[in-house]
């Protein structure tokens, strides 16, 4: 089984920055979809940013393009760089892994962005961000 554990989070103004960091107690072998969640009060959960493990291919949603970068920092780490935080960003963000037999399923459009797809969650970590 899987564990995942997040680090990071936290507060920052408007404009600032943080860094939250998932490592895994292991990753059996194949290609995995790593990704980050967020969901703010009130709202669903909806997906971030994902890397597939096979071609280091990334996806974003909309909402993060150009501010927050996704990485796969060794075999069992992947971390979620946050950049010109909005306090829309508020949330509390969860890693999530699963295995994956291509990119496709990465993907956050569509059926593909749904959390039921991920097999693997982290506890969730809070970032506030203030304006």
């Known amino acids: 089984q899987v564990q995942l554990v997040e680090s990071g989070g936290g507060s920052a103004q408007t404009g600032g920055s943080l860094r939250l960091s998932c490592v895994a107690s292991?990753?059996?072998?194949?290609?995995?979809?790593l990704a980050w969640f967020r969901q703010a009060p009130g709202k669903e959960r909806e997906g971030v940013a994902t890397i597939y493990t096979g071609t280091h291919a990334t996806d974003y949603d909309d909402s993060v393009k150009g501010r927050f970068t996704i990485s796969r920092d060794n075999f069992t780490t992947h971390s979620l760089q946050m950049d010109s935080l909005e306090p829309e960003d508020t949330a509390i963000y969860y890693c999530?892994?699963?295995?994956?037999?291509?990119?496709?399923?990465?993907?956050?459009?569509?059926?593909?962005?749904?959390?039921?797809?991920?097999?693997?969650w982290g506890q969730g970590t809070q970032v506030t961000v203030s304006s």
């Open positions: 999530a892994a699963t295995a994956a037999g291509s990119g496709y399923w990465c993907r956050l459009q569509g059926p593909t962005a749904q959390p039921s797809n991920y097999d693997y």
């Open positions: 292991e990753y059996p072998r194949g290609a995995y979809c």
